[in-house]
């Protein structure tokens, strides 16, 4: 109730919209960030006419999809919300599209006071501002309380507008139970030009209702059938206005364009121009294909957190500049923000080094949940990148991704593999994930090669084949010296490359594992726990395999990457004991 | 070099520190928020004499501490760093114990201007002026160059400073090349009461360097041998001023008080007062054992993400309300907080609903490489929750967490294991993660029942067991029934509960495993990677076992708890199921 005002304004004055067609490509948007509000957001969109009033009584009902908290199954909501201080980032993406697609919609965004802690908001802010996104008015509901208590800044609506001002946005501070304010400030919002508008709402959570108005105790609480319903609704009914002449109009959308089709960019995709045994690193591979992809559909763009000179996603920036946005040092509104262009059509690839993808972890898992196309890269995996040290190595992204329901998880050991797989990436619907290695390594793979989501490739085997070792990016190359030692000692084993960590290779597995007497060694520049071992021995359940996980153990350390690579149990030597091991057993 | 002369006042002027004693309780405390400049962190503590300068040369080395960045191998290191953004965070938490164990000691921050960007540094700016942390200083060194290119602030002094104004901190402007400003800033710092201050310092990277100096290009490069090296010294040695008269002897700390021993929590902890059978949710019984704890041992503290009355930290509030801190919507903060007290004797105990701990899974990250000894909690984990839909519901914690090296990672079923596994993740030296359900459920342990990290509980078995399903948290009573319906026919079934997940109990596994013919069921609220069931099979790796996995495999929606677990395949209908199909293969 201390949005309804907010949300009347909107859906029948502000916006340009169709109930019918809510993802209509030249409509504004409008992102619920304080998605615990989704009743109002639902009641709104009903009021407007996109469905019948009667499914509101469907809420939170396991046969609809009128959930807790906005989902994308609902055609009128782009992006997921529900988790605090995301719904800004989204925005700042859907807001970017619309310059992406030289297109004048505007991005509406009604955020929380409570959110408002989450440093993610001012990521959002500082971009937003960076990118002189005039085309984006964000609202903060500032009712003053939050879940379990007031917040911290009350109803002191100086606090906000000191931020906002500081952070670049144009603010207007208003009373946000004054209709006539509110439509004042939008228009004015409409009227800026240069920065983003940030409309500083004073509110009363429960407006209306003296039971509740302003007042603890009542956060996600449901006043009681009976007594207290029926008063409410006779409160607030004593307050209602008739409304003068006939309803406003919903302003409609401009007419939509026609988008062209992508092109099949698996097909279309140049051959790499390596030769085998060239040595490159997979994310200057990885770097040199997004470029490729770029020159074949515009929908790609990239997006960078201040370390494009190291992710090579700066090879991408360098050809197309205008669909390049670097996000300097924030790591959740890159996220965000590519969550929102995927909502809207592109098809981002937000990189950087993959430990520091996990600063964004609850962005990752709310794209899973909206299935969004974003395509996540993450290099200097692992112990490999050497002295750095271990904040900067990834060890756990990969437990991390494959947690993410329907997201393909791609870890190509050498520079073939990894430009054909980053333009099956862009092919794939649905959120993927590359992860690439910062030590040169050896080209593989003849530049018409090709790879699956779901593949693998086995580089070494013969019919005398004791163990199967599985592996992955940088260890691959460790497996194949494993095989050439073990060779001499008389002992064969079968070397797989599991360039597609999800969904694994099951049938190859089985296969390979059925040939190999059940017997696996996996190795991966990773924890042991969710990793490659734990995907192979998941999807190979039934077999009765025995999957032996070579993997990093404890917290590592500075040296160089040979060193740790063999310090922690990963390399040739470390593959070849092991497979002794078994087979003696 | 840019901070050379900011480095030299801190070190040989302001901080009252002994050398030979790095971690002496009462000392000021300094973090290195821009870990990349480890190496002048090593020079600083060298010059004050903490160890020979000699050992400088070894730095990045296998053999040496003196890692790429920041570790706390080192004794003058409280809190890793190298993940921009986070040592603010851990600053808070450490200016905070100060107030804690009232000690007069000061905390002293270094950040890089491109860390700014960083959402987290304005969650640690907002919970800093709410505490009134005026024991707190940062100093922001605004070299203008990110790693990549200019920062988007450059060299404008004024963004940093009217930001940092407007979130209620003391803003000192200064040059960061002129000493005398710095030791006036750092003065004027010490004087200012009620708040932080922030010193804003305008710097040139590669300062005194010709070549370098305020040019792009530079990151994480060294000089070349030779010619570069060569000519940069010559340089700095004739820009050297000779000192007059002796050097400033270091202020030294108070004199150290003596800590009390902590108590034996274990074994003081009173006896859960719950009857078996009786219905009590385990976030419930989890604030009821903090608060416990909470009168045993004053190292313990709470922090608070704005959930206090759903994870039901608000029953320690109640009772010590001095060491409750509530950080408000701001998860990164709390975990970085949390970070900062553990470093310095601190227990604290941060909780919040399971899924928004990965808010702040990068802290957790660099919590892990600290092995810092904090205790997350996190409630309303799984589908089980209901209504609220797939944003609030954890579904890849265990996942995360147990990526985590040295991480014990607990997860009870009901209120009396609950409450003594809070008491022991309290005495495990190390992080600790505790997961909680919104349910209530039965109790079925007696009050004097003992648990152990590395342990289970086998609630029902016989000689005829013909599969054994591990379970944990909500599924432990699915399985209960599944037992009772499957005895009907005639299938007996073992059934464990694996309170503990991380470490699990691999010899009781074993021992179920060879007495069920090597089948396994296991189920868990949680998606099918990295969780209960990997842990399960990842232990009895070299078992040859079949772990079947029921788990979520999709992304949920909202519904009853009931029908959830049982659309997921999580129920007691899901396990008889898979038991069945086991049986008969």
């Keep these: 109730m201390s949005a309804a005002e907010i949300m009347a304004a909107l859906f029948f004055h502000e916006l340009r919209f169709d109930p019918k067609d809510p993802q209509h490509p030249e409509a504004d948007r409008f992102v619920l960030s304080k998605g615990h509000a989704a009743p109002i957001l639902y009641a709104a969109w009903a009021a407007a006419g996109a469905f019948p009033r009667e499914h509101l009584l469907t809420l939170r009902k396991i046969t609809s999809d009128l ?25 700042v993406g859907i807001a970017l599209n619309a310059r992406r697609i030289s297109s004048d919609y505007r991005t509406y965004a009604l955020l929380g006071d409570g959110e408002s802690a989450e440093g993610s908001v001012w990521e959002a802010g500082d971009v937003a501002a960076n990118l002189a996104l005039d085309n984006l008015c964000a609202i903060t509901d500032v009712n003053g309380l939050g879940q379990s208590r007031p917040t911290q800044w009350d109803h002191h609506l100086d606090e906000f507008g000191r931020r906002w001002t500081a952070f670049g946005w144009h603010v207007v501070v208003i009373d946000g139970h004054d209709l006539k304010a509110i439509l004042a400030a939008l228009d004015e919002a409409r009227g800026t030009k240069g920065r983003p508008t940030m409309i500083v709402a004073g509110t009363l959570k429960g407006k209306g209702v003296k039971l509740c108005e302003g007042k603890e105790g009542w956060h996600g609480r449901a006043l009681k059938k009976g007594a207290e319903t029926d008063q409410a609704i006779a409160e607030l009914e004593a307050q209602y206005v008739q409304p003068v002449g006939p309803a406003p109009a919903i302003p409609k959308p401009a007419s939509r364009r026609t988008d062209s089709a992508p092109p099949d960019l698996v097909k279309a995709f140049p051959a790499p121009s390596y030769k085998k045994g060239d040595q490159v690193a997979t994310r200057e591979a990885y770097g040199t294909a997004l470029a490729a992809i770029g020159a074949l559909d515009p929908r790609i763009v990239a997006l960078d957190a201040d370390v494009k000179n190291s992710t090579f996603s700066e090879k991408f920036e360098k050809k197309f500049p205008d669909r390049f946005y670097e996000m300097f040092i924030a790591e959740q509104v890159m ?85 054909r797989l980053v333009a099956l990436a862009a092919s794939i619907r649905g959120p993927v994930y590359m992860r690439t290695s910062r030590p040169k390594t050896e080209v593989l793979y003849g530049p018409d090669e090709t790879f699956v989501a779901g593949g693998s490739k086995t580089l070494r085997q013969s019919s005398k084949d004791a163990v199967t070792v599985v592996a992955a990016g940088v260890t691959v190359f460790e497996a194949l010296k494993a095989h050439d030692a073990l060779a001499k000692e008389g002992i064969a084993i079968r070397v797989i490359d599991a360039y597609c960590v999800q969904p694994i290779d099951r049938d190859g597995l089985v296969a390979a594992g059925r040939a190999t007497g059940g017997k696996f060694v996996t190795v991966e520049d990773h924890y042991a726990h969710g990793g490659l071992g734990d995907a192979v021995s998941e999807a190979t359940w039934d077999q009765g395999f025995r999957v032996k996980r070579l993997a990093v153990r404890e917290i590592p350390r500075s040296g160089a990457p040979d060193e740790l ?21």
């Excluded at 690579?565 to 057993?585: C, E, H, M, P, W």
């Design 67 to 91: 959930e807790g908290h906005p989902m994308p199954r609902l055609p009128f909501v782009d992006v997921a919300t529900g988790s605090l201080g995301q719904g800004l980032c989204a925005a």
């Design 565 to 585: 690579i063999d310090k922690y149990g990963l390399s040739a030597r470390a593959i070849a004991d092991a497979v002794r091991q078994i087979v003696k057993a």
């Design 335 to 419: 996220i965000g923000t590519a969550m929102g262009l995927a909502s809207r059509g592109a098809v981002p690839f937000p990189s950087t080094f993959a430990c520091f993808l996990s600063r964004a972890s609850d962005f990752i898992r709310m794209a899973g949940i909206s299935n969004l196309n974003v395509k996540l890269a993450g290099s200097h995996a692992g112990v490999s990148i050497g002295e750095d040290g271990p904040s900067q190595m990834a060890l756990e992204d990969l437990a991390t991704m494959r947690a993410v329901p329907d997201c393909t998880v791609f870890y190509p050991c050498e520079a073939v593999s990894t430009e």
